[in-house]
């Protein structure tokens, strides 16, 4: 259990120290994953920049991923998932398009007007609050790859181990302070899970 997301921060930091993992910037995953990514790279003392996907919901079924797409494009897709429920073309490239354009309107938002940084040949290390089904980090993890990142390390205070499992698949190492095997939900494994706000995640990026 973590007293709150400082707490975790603190407790994935050393996690990632005791790791030997060498970053050149922390990426979080918002909101949630601002005040946890602030702790990491201050301890690193790396920049903090944001990294941000939006699941696409199945129809009918908002909360059912089908995949899921990064503020760049890139995308992953549950090729099985739409095959089994027959999800048609239209939708999911309708879908795609909303999500891309959600997603790049928040990352827009928490940077003010900042360029992004540029991840070509940089060690990177993304950083979220947790992990359940691993959609959207998933997307995270293929952009930050796609923009020339030479290395790519998940880094979270709790996720399930059928989770982590394939998220190793998709980043060069996976960092997990707990992994349980009753999880249900991240904030389970919280004693303060307060919502962040869109005015406090930015606050988190001020000294970037």
């Known amino acids: 259990m973590f007293a ?3 707490d975790a921060g603190r407790r994935l930091a050393g996690a990632v120290v005791d790791a030997g993992v060498e970053a050149d910037v922390v990426l979080a995953i918002p909101r949630g994953g601002l005040p946890v990514g ?3 790279a201050d301890r690193l003392g790396v920049p903090l920049d944001v990294v941000a996907a939006r699941k696409l919901g199945a129809p009918g079924n908002p909360e059912l991923a089908i995949g899921a797409v990064a503020s760049d494009g890139t995308a992953w897709l549950n090729d099985s998932l739409i095959d089994d429920l027959g999800v048609a073309d239209r939708y999911v490239s309708e879908q795609l398009e909303r999500e ?3 997603a790049r309107e928040k990352i827009d938002r928490y940077r003010g007007g900042r360029p992004p940084l540029d991840l070509r040949a940089k060690r990177v290390l993304v950083v979220d609050d947790g992990v359940a089904t691993g ?3 998933t997307a995270c993890l293929r952009q930050i790859a796609d923009a020339g990142a030479d290395s790519v390390v998940l880094a979270v205070p709790v996720a399930p181990p059928g989770t982590l499992e394939w998220l190793r698949t998709e980043a060069d190492d996976v960092i997990c302070v707990d992994a349980p095997s009753d999880f249900r939900a991240v ?3 919280y004693a303060t ?3 962040v706000s869109d005015e406090q995640a930015r606050s988190y990026l001020g000294d970037t």
Request: hydrophobic residues 30%; without cysteine; proline residues 0%.
């Open 4 to 6: 709150d997301r400082t």
């Open 193 to 195: 899970f307060d919502q």
């Open 100 to 102: 891309q354009r959600r």
């Open 135 to 137: 959609a959207t980090t």
């Open 38 to 40: 602030r702790v990491v």
């Open 187 to 189: 904030g389970q494994f």
